[in-house]
């Protein structure tokens, strides 16, 4: 049974089973660069987990790090052949999970990276796994949701939609939520394999959604953001830009009544979580694809023009702006007092108190 989630760890893509990119641990208020690992000639799109002191993260050229969190220095490295990682990592209990562009979800073992065991999907695997009591859950662009068991691979159940799956399944409870590009979010009883309800959406959407007590919130490819009661089986809410409207590939953070999301339109927003009206908007230089993550009072996040920015959770004021260069596509990972967060040019950065 994967352990409880330790301050200490960022063990998959948002951070928690709820996805919603609260972090347990504090940081400085202007956080410095304390080490950075270069691949040369890489490229990283996905976000880190951090647990027991380790990074991990796969690149797009199929190699899976292990770097010490304290040092930055590689404590193992896994080749894969005609391989690559966009999905990000999650761990638990001396195992590492991911999925590859080829539909391959491997296990790892943590300690040296050898492989415990895989299963082939018939789809690409575009995000983080999740984990359940002894399962571990993981969706697919072959539109299946799968649960094995964690230790052995054993397929307990598969669920199919309508078109592809490319979220982390969001866990509540023993309800799985799934964001689907058959534009739908889904609910599904996870000891069961058993769809219990639906709600419609106008668009497709691959963000992992955000759970906050009866409420589910995600963007869509058409510029829709929702609020939906997912117990009610209704819409609570809808969001449009009104300046015009871009897709989301962010997956939006939530805390304290707001829900923070980045946008393709190159607007950080803060929307209210009980009606949907904005709160604030930060206004960057490019894009948004990466997701945000809350730090006590602040939003952290990685933008297009390769800028990570510190903005104030009430305010929306900027605190703090680090240019790292290239393009972040994936998320900050925030563990142990650090930020963790990599570019598409194939470094990967920690950043804290020295």
Same mark, same amino acid.
């Given at each position: 049974m994967a352990k409880e989630r330790a301050a200490s760890d960022w063990p998959l893509f948002r951070g928690n089973a709820q996805a919603n990119g609260v972090a347990t641990s504090?940081?400085?208020e202007k956080p410095e660069l304390l080490w950075r690992y270069n691949v040369e000639n890489g490229a990283f799109e996905a976000t880190a987990a951090i647990v027991d002191g380790t990074v991990y993260i796969g690149d797009l050229d199929g190699n899976l790090y292990a770097i010490d969190l304290e040092k930055g220095t590689l404590r193992w490295k896994k080749e894969l052949e005609d391989s690559g990682?966009?999905?990000?990592?999650?761990?638990?209990?001396?195992?590492?999970y991911i999925g590859d562009y080829y539909g391959f979800f491997y296990c790892f073992d943590t300690a040296n990276g050898k492989e415990l065991w895989k299963y082939e999907t018939e789809g690409e695997i575009d995000n983080s796994a999740n984990f359940y009591k002894d399962r571990v859950l993981v969706g697919s662009q072959d539109s299946n949701l799968y649960c094995f068991e964690a230790a052995t691979g054993k397929l307990t159940w598969k669920y199919a939609i309508e078109d592809q799956i490319r979220c982390m399944p969001t866990l509540a409870g023993n309800r799985t939520f799934l964001a689907g590009c058959?534009?739908?979010l889904h609910v599904i009883d996870v000891d069961k394999g058993e769809a219990i309800?639906? *709600?419609?959406?106008?668009?497709?959407?691959?963000?992992?959604?955000? *759970?906050?007590?009866?409420?589910?919130f995600f963007g869509t490819e058409g510029g829709a953001f929702y609020g939906i009661d997912w117990?009610?089986?209704?819409?609570?809410?809808?969001?449009?830009?009104?300046?015009?409207?871009?897709a989301?590939?962010?997956?939006?953070?939530?805390?304290?009544g707001l829900v923070i999301v980045g946008g393709r339109n190159k607007r950080l927003r803060a929307i209210k979580a009980d009606n949907g009206e904005e709160a604030w908007v930060f206004a960057a230089r490019a894009r948004f694809d990466g997701s945000p993550v809350i730090v006590g009072d602040r939003v952290l996040i990685g933008g297009g023009d390769g800028r990570l920015y510190a903005l104030n959770l009430k305010t929306g004021e900027k605190t703090w702006e680090y240019a790292a260069g290239g393009s972040f596509i994936g998320s900050p990972a925030v563990a142990t007092n650090r930020l963790v967060i990599a570019n598409d040019s194939g470094s990967v950065f920690c950043f804290g108190r020295k």
């Amino acid at each position: 049974m994967a352990k409880e989630r330790a301050a200490s760890d960022w063990p998959l893509f948002r951070g928690n089973a709820q996805a919603n990119g609260v972090a347990t641990s504090d940081l400085p208020e202007k956080p410095e660069l304390l080490w950075r690992y270069n691949v040369e000639n890489g490229a990283f799109e996905a976000t880190a987990a951090i647990v027991d002191g380790t990074v991990y993260i796969g690149d797009l050229d199929g190699n899976l790090y292990a770097i010490d969190l304290e040092k930055g220095t590689l404590r193992w490295k896994k080749e894969l052949e005609d391989s690559g990682f966009i999905a990000s990592p999650a761990v638990a209990d001396g195992r590492l999970y991911i999925g590859d562009y080829y539909g391959f979800f491997y296990c790892f073992d943590t300690a040296n990276g050898k492989e415990l065991w895989k299963y082939e999907t018939e789809g690409e695997i575009d995000n983080s796994a999740n984990f359940y009591k002894d399962r571990v859950l993981v969706g697919s662009q072959d539109s299946n949701l799968y649960c094995f068991e964690a230790a052995t691979g054993k397929l307990t159940w598969k669920y199919a939609i309508e078109d592809q799956i490319r979220c982390m399944p969001t866990l509540a409870g023993n309800r799985t939520f799934l964001a689907g590009c058959d534009a739908k979010l889904h609910v599904i009883d996870v000891d069961k394999g058993e769809a219990i309800s639906g *709600v419609e959406i106008t668009d497709p959407t691959g963000t992992t959604p955000a *759970v906050d007590g009866d409420l589910v919130f995600f963007g869509t490819e058409g510029g829709a953001f929702y609020g939906i009661d997912w117990r009610n089986e209704e819409i609570a809410w809808t969001f449009r830009d009104p300046q015009g409207s871009q897709a989301y590939r962010s997956s939006a953070a939530v805390k304290d009544g707001l829900v923070i999301v980045g946008g393709r339109n190159k607007r950080l927003r803060a929307i209210k979580a009980d009606n949907g009206e904005e709160a604030w908007v930060f206004a960057a230089r490019a894009r948004f694809d990466g997701s945000p993550v809350i730090v006590g009072d602040r939003v952290l996040i990685g933008g297009g023009d390769g800028r990570l920015y510190a903005l104030n959770l009430k305010t929306g004021e900027k605190t703090w702006e680090y240019a790292a260069g290239g393009s972040f596509i994936g998320s900050p990972a925030v563990a142990t007092n650090r930020l963790v967060i990599a570019n598409d040019s194939g470094s990967v950065f920690c950043f804290g108190r020295k």
